[in-house]
């Protein structure tokens, strides 16, 4: 860099000006840093909700690929499977003394619920349970409240298919929250024998798989070389998925436009500059400086201003997103009903991929438009020095 | 007719600006003017306020276009020159000193004249090392780190005088030097200015309406009535 250029960059970014002009630094710094970091947060958020959704969806609701065969346990090798479970499924009335409810119930053995399947959910046990030949069942919270049930009460649960109607009580056994309550309002879940006893011909048996989701497809593909008819759990949720994937692209999109914003937003800050230091800029063309030389070094302070605010922004941002699943839950305790259709429970996982695009779309949206803005500094009269003093 | 040893040449240069910013009939400032500096020479153009002074200072500096006659630096027509080599030719052969110092606030006096050099062509320690020097010949060795804000109206214009000169330049155009110092001050940047113009052998094109000061020049010339007379 052109030592003329170096030293202006300096004193430009406050290194050995003084403290007004340090001070404007920093505070043109922290600006650009709160709105990254809200943009970092906010796409952060949006992440993590849709891939918390998806995997509750995927992990206690269908798995991550459905197999459906006869009796005999599917067997295939692959390093990305973690587990095969049999379970069944039929769809049921539930009746309480008071209510009743549509619901999903599933069937599962007692290795259903392994670490993976247990980390997205918490479930309380009744505590002085009675003993009973009742059927236990485990339905959610949210159903709780809306069947005006609790644990240990007893409910009625029916199969309504085409030949048949058939009732059978049973008892709340435990009750389960996963935090989403779409989810939550519609699946129970019981023994599987107990489920296959009553419900026989009722009960759709299968096998969830729980896999890796970057390794879905090809998990499905080698099941389905082996024979088996595999449906992944976007196939078998395709508007669930699709809505997912939707939001998070809009969401991306959004965050992209404000990012441009933003890089306009710099060029103005660059536009400050210039305007602030014509009569400088001007004793700079006087005493001979080419204008491509101040426009370079002013370029270079904005940058490093930006590439600054960029990185504080995004690791603020990140920090503030760390620090959401307490604030969430304690959110989530206070069960407003606005939020009853938000997932408020779920882990913070930083979106690289996304972040970079917003990154990258910033620092380029500046690159460009500070660059066109600083055109202006060639048309700064060397004369003008004179006038303005 | 130009010469060869001729630094600054003007012919025929008339100049007008317009009476108002919407235009309206012009005003005619200077007329088929000429005028001729010589290398080591000093000039003064001196005349009442308003009278051109400044504005033949800066066409002859090449900071302003004429509407006619042509303006030469050395070898070279200032007309047809672009920018760029109008900022190089600023750089390394004329020298500025205005009644305000101009120099850049952010900047101690030091730097303020490294940046001249600098801009002129010397890397970062040649520009160190030539600055020092010449704000030593200035009387400020003491003053290098201090900021423009610092510094007091004569010390102020003393740096501006060596960021002039750091670069050896054939010429200074220096426009009412010291129309805002006192008497004291005054006195002491004129004599400075003299004494490193003459040691250097730089010419010197002064603007000024102090007379005592224009008599320490080689040749006055007074503007008056858009021409230029030779009074001394």
């Known amino acids: 860099m052109n030592p003329v250029s170096r030293l202006l960059t300096l004193r430009k970014l406050g290194i050995g000006a003084n403290r007004a002009a340090r001070r404007r630094v920093i505070f043109n710094i922290v600006l650009i840093t709160l709105v990254v970091s809200i943009l970092v947060l906010a796409q952060i958020f949006v992440v993590s909700m849709s891939r918390g959704i998806a995997d509750k969806w995927a992990l206690l609701a269908d798995g991550h690929l459905q197999l459906y065969v006869d009796k005999r346990q599917p067997m295939i090798e692959h390093p990305s499977i973690e587990t095969i479970d049999r379970v069944g499924e039929v769809n049921a009335l539930l009746y309480s003394p008071d209510k009743n409810q549509m619901v999903r119930v599933k069937g599962v053995e007692q290795s259903y619920f392994n670490d993976s399947r247990l980390a997205q959910l918490t479930i309380t046990q009744s505590e002085n349970a009675s003993p009973s030949t009742l059927a236990k069942i485990m339905i959610s919270t949210t159903l709780a409240e809306r069947l005006a049930v609790k644990i240990d009460d007893r409910l009625a649960l029916m199969l309504v298919s085409n030949d048949a109607i058939r009732a059978q009580l049973c008892i709340i056994g435990a009750l389960y929250d996963t935090g989403y309550h779409e989810l939550d309002e519609q699946l129970v879940f019981c023994d599987l024998d107990f489920l296959e006893h009553l419900f026989t011909s009722g009960v759709t048996v299968y096998y969830e798989v729980l896999t890796q989701e970057r390794n879905l497809e090809t998990v499905k593909g080698d099941f389905e070389r082996a024979g088996y008819m595999a449906t992944t759990w976007k196939e078998q949720n395709p508007a669930l998925s699709g809505n997912l994937e939707t939001s998070r692209q809009a969401v991306l999109a959004v965050m992209v436009a404000v990012a441009i914003l933003c890089g306009y937003f710099i060029s103005e800050l660059s536009s400050q500059m210039v305007e602030d230091d014509k009569a400088r800029i001007a004793t700079l063309h006087l005493i001979g400086a080419q204008p491509q030389v101040v426009r370079r070094a002013y370029w270079t302070a904005v940058m490093v201003i930006t590439t600054v605010s960029i990185a504080l922004g995004t690791a603020l941002g990140i920090l503030f997103a760390r620090q959401l699943p307490p604030l969430l839950a304690t959110i989530a305790a206070r069960s407003y009903s606005a939020l009853s259709f938000y997932l408020l429970d779920f882990p913070i996982r930083v979106p690289v991929l996304d972040l970079s695009i917003i990154a990258s779309v910033l620092f380029c949206v500046s690159a460009v438009s500070v660059h066109l803005s600083l055109r202006r500094v060639s048309a700064i009269d060397a004369l003008s020095c004179v006038r303005f003093d | ?232």
């Open chain 2, 1 to 232: 007719m130009k010469r060869s040893t001729d630094l600054v040449y003007l012919h025929q240069v008339s100049k007008s600006f317009p009476a108002t910013l919407r235009g309206g009939e012009p005003i005619q400032i200077l007329e088929s003017v000429d005028l001729t500096v010589q290398r080591s020479r000093a000039i003064a153009i001196t005349g009442n306020s308003g009278s051109g002074k400044s504005t033949l200072l800066q066409i002859a500096a090449g900071l302003m276009g004429c509407d006619h006659g042509e303006v030469w630096f050395e070898h070279e027509k200032l007309g047809e020159m672009d920018n760029r080599a109008l900022s190089a030719l600023r750089s390394r052969r004329m020298g500025f000193i205005f009644q305000a110092s101009l120099l850049l606030e952010d900047f101690t006096a030091s730097e303020n004249v490294e940046m001249a050099a600098m801009i002129g062509g010397s890397s970062k320690g040649e520009a160190r090392d030539k600055a020092h020097e010449i704000l030593s010949l200035v009387g400020l060795s003491a003053r290098l780190s201090h900021r423009p804000d610092q510094l007091s109206g004569g010390e102020k214009q003393r740096v501006a005088i060596a960021r002039a000169l750091v670069n050896e330049p054939a010429i200074l155009f220096a426009d009412e030097p010291t129309g805002s110092l006192d008497e004291g001050n005054a006195a002491m940047v004129e004599d400075l200015l003299f004494s490193l113009v003459r040691q250097k052998e730089v010419a010197l094109l002064l603007v000024t309406h102090n007379l005592s000061f224009a008599r320490r020049c080689d040749e006055i010339h007074r503007i008056s009535e858009r021409n230029l007379e030779v009074i001394g």
